[in-house]
């Protein structure tokens, strides 16, 4: 029923900065947490961002400094600003959202489809 759809991705070299976005739609009563993975080839997936209740933020200590994530909870919309990217950053990037369909009910999980950033020389 939800959807999450990441954009922003593609090949930048070391140094550069860019932005990932992810919208989602569907049935949502309200969001507790919205937040951004990533998988590099052969390795598991991490977490990068996340932000709960649309200001506490916590990071992966590789983004502290270089990464901000934020969200517009309204608009079921959250933004990673990635900065001084490394090449050990190249992995697809993935949304994450933990949200509450109606109020009587647990909270559920949506996963984006991915978005590919690539930082090399």
């Known amino acids: 029923q939800v959807q999450l759809v990441e954009s922003g991705g593609g090949l930048v070299r070391p140094g550069d900065s860019l932005s990932l976005s992810c919208t989602a739609s569907?049935?949502?009563?309200?969001?507790?947490?919205m937040g951004w993975f990533r998988q590099a080839p052969g390795k598991q997936r991490e977490l990068v961002a996340a932000?709960?209740?649309?200001?506490?933020?916590t990071y992966a200590d590789s983004a502290k400094g270089r990464f901000t994530i934020s969200g517009d909870n309204a608009k079921k919309r959250v933004v990673l600003e990635m900065s001084d990217l490394k090449p050990e950053d190249t992995a697809v990037y993935y949304c994450?959202?933990?949200?509450?369909?109606?109020?009587?009910?647990?909270?559920?999980?949506?996963w984006g489809q991915g978005t590919l950033v690539t930082v090399s020389s």
């Open positions: 932000i709960t209740n649309g200001r506490i933020t």
């Open positions: 994450k959202l933990i949200y509450y369909r109606t109020v009587v009910e647990s909270t559920r999980e949506a």
């Open positions: 569907g049935r949502i009563f309200s969001i507790n947490v």
